[in-house]
Nanobody, 113 residues
Framework: QVQLVESGGGLVQAGGSLSLSCAASGGTVSTMGWYRQPPGKQRELVATIGSGGYTHYADSVKGRFTISRDNAKTTVYLQMSSLKPEDTAVYYC?????????WGQGTQVTVSS
C-alpha cells in the first residue's frame, strides 16, 4: 500500500522561504507532485516531477518554487522562495501510479504579510 509522509511547512513572512518534503513507500517510481488548497478554494496543482525528471509548474509559482526528488526517486521536495500571502494553503503531496492518485495528509503553509 502506498503511503506518503510529508514534513515541513509552517509560518513564514512574505518574501521568506520554506521547504517541504514527502517520502513515499509501498509504490514504484512514478510521477509525484505537490498540490495545495487555499482557504475556501479548491485544490490546485503546484508542481509535478516525472520519473525521468521532467518538471511542470503552475504559472503562479514559476520562478519561485522548485520541485526535485532524490536519487532513489522515493522522496520529493518543494523548495519555496519569495513566498506571498496568496501561497497560504494546505499543501498535499501526490503520487500518481497507473492513473490512481495517492495523497499525503497535508501540511499547512501560512505566509503573513
Amino acid at each position: 500500500q502506498v503511503q506518503l509522509v510529508e514534513s515541513g511547512g509552517g509560518l513564514v513572512q512574505a518574501g521568506g522561504s520554506l521547504s517541504l518534503s514527502c517520502a513515499a513507500s509501498g509504490g514504484t517510481v512514478s510521477t509525484m507532485g505537490w498540490y495545495r488548497q487555499p482557504p475556501g478554494k479548491q485544490r490546485e496543482l503546484v508542481a509535478t516531477i516525472g520519473s525521468g525528471g521532467y518538471t511542470h509548474y503552475a504559472d503562479s509559482v514559476k520562478g519561485r518554487f522548485t520541485i526535485s526528488r532524490d536519487n532513489a526517486k522515493t522522496t520529493v521536495y518543494l523548495q519555496m522562495s519569495s513566498l506571498k500571502p496568496e501561497d497560504t494553503a494546505v499543501y498535499y503531496c501526490n503520487l500518481n501510479l497507473l492513473g490512481y492518485d495517492y495523497w499525503g495528509q497535508g501540511t499547512q503553509v501560512t505566509v503573513s504579510s
